[in-house]
């Protein structure tokens, strides 16, 4: 199955991204052993948002930024509002990194 | 609420992880310690930051760098060394250690050999300084500039003939052990004859006025070979093979060092221009995009399954429609 690596830079996988680092470092774990353990949380990370989570968001913005790259868009929107059932901020700016959700669909045979 | 959610996700996250990476922690040998760290230390951080109250302090930190350079365990992946220091290391310091005052009091001896760093420093110290720079500058000038000063080699009655046969046999046919035996025997050899030849010395100074001015003091010409730094023993030979005087020299260091400071300038801007885009957008969301539309200047963006990093907390989303419009 495919992954996205993208989740890795969300606080969760920072965190464990710099606990791999300092288990490897110090010996403990292979590099080999931890890129793995990244592996499993990308593939876990996207289940759990698949099947966990339900809220919907609105976002209203200006675009400053858009680029489309490698089939990963990458958004700059100024003066964001965003609005859901739990939040509702407006930001000065905001980054929007996606990744084609497509390619986590390959054909099953 | 939305804290609350983020915790339960992350905490199964976590959960999956740990139960699923288990054997392969028991293939590779790693113990059970281990594991429980792992799942220990990366509970503790995320799941108190999302709650009400602690924020961002521990979230800004570790999500502005990891934008683009999201982990060094990549760096790994990429074939680099798991250290880290060795990329560091790797740089200056082979060039670095070997600089003797040598290198940079000889700045026309191009491509000496070692044994010309191993063999004078002890007659060095020994005799006096004056002939053995004369000395040494005969080889170098015989070595590299024998084609260019055909004249004023033989000045010199005994020199060129060492120069000759020395030369040739250190560049191409003998081994590095062998010129140390070599140059240190030669060394002796000259180091008697210069001390007897002593009263000789001084013609040979008169003649060489080109390098004159820069070995009669041996400490002062250093000057025009520091300023380039760390890399004098390479920057230097460089304008002496082009231009043999040291009037040219000086003015071709003057110019080199600044050049080469700024294209390390340069590099460094890149990256920091490169970086400075990164920290500016603190608020970041991660996710996947179904449809991407646009009609005119109006966009519209359908996400799905995302994280939203904002004000230092966490928010997943399971759909997001974005509208937006160009400037």
């Not at chain 1, 993208?6 to 791999?20: D, F």
Request: proline share 9%.
């Amino acid at each position: 199955m495919a992954t996205f690596e993208l989740y890795r830079r969300s606080t969760i996988g920072t965190c464990l991204t710099e606990t791999l680092d300092d288990l490897v470092s110090s010996g403990a774990v292979s590099p080999e052993l931890a890129i793995q353990v990244l592996v499993q949380f990308d593939k876990s990370m996207t289940d759990a948002l698949e099947s966990q989570v339900k809220s919907k968001v609105n976002i209203k913005g200006h675009l400053h930024t858009y680029r489309f790259c490698d089939n990963v868009w990458t958004f700059i929107l100024t003066d964001a509002t965003f609005k859901s059932e739990e939040i509702s901020e407006t930001l000065s700016k905001v980054k929007i990194v996606a990744c084609d959700s497509k390619l986590l669909q390959p054909p099953h045979p | 609420m939305a804290s609350s959610n983020v915790s339960t996700v992350y905490i199964s996250v976590i959960d999956d992880v740990i139960s699923k990476v288990r054997e392969d922690f028991i293939t590779y040998g790693v113990g059970d310690a281990v594991l429980n760290e792992l799942q220990a230390t990366p509970l503790q951080t995320p799941i108190q930051t999302p709650l009400p109250g602690t924020d961002t302090g521990m979230y800004n930190i570790p999500t502005g760098p990891s934008d683009y350079a999201p982990s060094p365990i990549s760096d790994v992946r990429n074939g680099m060394a798991i250290n880290g220091a060795d990329p560091k290391t790797g740089r200056p310091s082979p060039y670095m250690p070997p600089p003797s005052p040598w290198m940079n009091q000889r700045p026309l001896g191009v491509d000496v050999n070692v044994a010309y760093v191993e063999g004078r420093e002890d007659p060095d110290r020994g005799v006096q300084p004056q002939p053995l720079t004369q000395d040494f500058l005969m080889m170098s000038s015989g070595k590299r500039k024998r084609d260019e000063y055909p004249g004023q080699l033989p000045s010199g009655s005994f020199v060129p003939q060492q120069d000759g046969s020395a030369d040739q046999i250190v560049e191409f046919i003998v081994s590095k052990e062998n010129t140390h035996q070599l140059w240190s025997s030669i060394i002796v050899k000259q180091e008697t004859l210069t001390q007897k030849v002593t009263p000789v010395i001084p013609q040979r100074d008169g003649i060489q006025d080109d390098y004159n001015d820069q070995f009669f003091f041996p400490g002062v010409p250093t000057e025009d070979y520091n300023t380039p730094g760390e890399s004098a023993e390479y920057r230097a030979p460089t304008p002496a093979v082009g231009t043999p005087k040291p009037r040219n020299d000086t003015g071709e260091d003057d110019d080199e060092p600044p050049l080469n400071e700024d294209d390390d300038d340069d590099d460094e801007l890149d990256d920091l221009e490169q970086g400075e885009d990164e920290p500016n957008t603190l608020h970041l969301v991660l996710a996947q995009f179904d449809k991407v539309t646009r009609t005119k200047n109006r966009w519209k963006c359908t996400l799905k399954d995302g994280i939203m990093h904002l004000n230092g907390r966490d928010v997943l989303f399971n759909k997001v429609c974005i509208f937006w419009s160009n400037f």
